[in-house]
């Protein structure tokens, strides 16, 4: 089966949206400019120091500098393993920083800048995802196998299995900011990683 039908051609929506949802507060008009896409046999770590999340049912995470604490998209099935429709997707921190406990988002954390928007695709199994902070958003969840799952979306002008993103945050100024993004994601069929990353600007707090 071809992905590449299932995600739109706007490369950068995927780092918009994910600009705008990295830190609560975040300004949604972030701007970005491609800096470079690589492709590599595997994802690379942005740091490589900090844990990693391997989560049951993980699909991808979250990552930021200001911190270790990480936040994870995790898939939600029922006891048949079937992805349970509205609230498919889990998702929570990790908090390295004291101990790698698991917490749940705050209220406004999911309303605002973590949590997702959930409709189904007319093809069983496939859904449309997207962050709140950019409903416009397209990436696709699409469940392969009982209890297995995971979310594409653009990378470069490649369909890819999202990974994780990283943003820089500078926080030397009055008002914290992000400046760089990347996202890393698997091509299908066994033909590596690919990386995108971009400058920011317009990412300061609100």
Not at 124 to 149: D, E, M, S
Not at 169 to 178: A, H, I, M, N
Request: glycine letters at 8%; charged letters at 20%; a neutral charge.
């Amino acid at each position: 089966m071809d992905r590449r039908h299932f995600i739109g051609t706007a490369g950068a929506t995927l780092g918009t949206a994910l600009v705008s949802g990295l830190i609560p507060g975040a300004a949604s008009a972030a701007r970005l400019q491609t800096v470079r896409v690589d492709r590599q046999p595997a994802v690379p770590l942005v740091q490589p120091e900090w844990p990693v999340p391997e989560d049951p049912n993980q699909m991808f995470f979250l990552q930021r500098s200001t911190n270790e604490n990480t936040i994870v998209f995790a898939a939600r099935y029922d006891a048949a393993g079937t992805l349970t429709y509205p609230d498919a997707v889990d998702i929570y921190w990790r908090r390295y920083a004291s101990g790698g406990e698991r917490k749940p988002l705050k209220p406004i954390e999911r309303l605002l800048a973590f949590g997702v928007n959930i409709s189904r695709r007319e093809v069983a199994g496939q859904y449309n995802v997207a962050l709140k902070p950019l409903p416009q958003l397209p990436l696709v969840l699409l469940q392969t196998a009982p209890f297995r799952a995971q979310v594409l979306g653009r990378i470069g002008d490649q369909t890819a299995r999202i990974v994780y993103a990283y943003a820089h945050v500078d926080e030397s100024g009055l008002l914290p900011r992000v400046t760089q993004l990347s996202i890393h994601g698997v091509l299908p069929d066994g033909a590596g990683a690919i990386s995108e990353y971009y400058a920011v600007s317009g990412g300061e707090f609100q």
